[in-house]
């Protein structure tokens, strides 16, 4: 089991930057993957970004590489989402998730364990 919340949203222009960060307490961090995914209104949820139990392996959609890095700090246990060159279209609500997968994971169905999310709005 384990728990996590979500922060760093907010609204910004576009252009600009944001850094979520993702909280976890419960069972050891460094054994999940961990994901980032995005909802937008009317849309399904999608995957972003995840990285590797060790931070080794990172995966991003096209939507939105080169523009963001995921990272994370097992000593912490937090992943984050750095989120640069903002666009309208990266307007939603932004939830990190866990996975007991033994690689980096691109699908909802592979991660157990979510946080409640927080919303980021990129202004035109």
Not at 61 to 68: E, F, H, L, M, P
Not at 77 to 94: G, I, R, S
Not at 104 to 118: D, E, L, N, P, S
Request: charged letters at 15%; one cysteine or more; hydrophobic letters at 30%.
């Amino acid at each position: 089991q384990v728990q996590l919340v979500e922060s760093g949203g907010g609204l910004v222009q576009a252009g600009g930057s944001l850094r979520l960060s993702c909280a976890a307490s419960g069972r050891t961090f460094s054994t999940f993957v961990m994901g980032w995914f995005r909802q937008a209104p009317g849309k399904e949820r999608e995957f972003v970004a995840t990285i590797s139990r060790s931070g080794g392996s990172t995966y991003y959609t096209d939507n939105v590489k080169g523009r963001s890095t995921i990272s994370r700090d097992n000593a912490k246990n937090t992943v984050y989402l750095q989120m640069n060159n903002l666009k309208p279209e990266d307007t939603a609500v932004y939830y990190c998730a866990a996975s007991s997968s033994l690689m980096v994971a691109t699908t909802r169905k592979h991660y157990a364990y979510w946080g409640q999310g927080t919303q980021v709005t990129v202004s035109s």
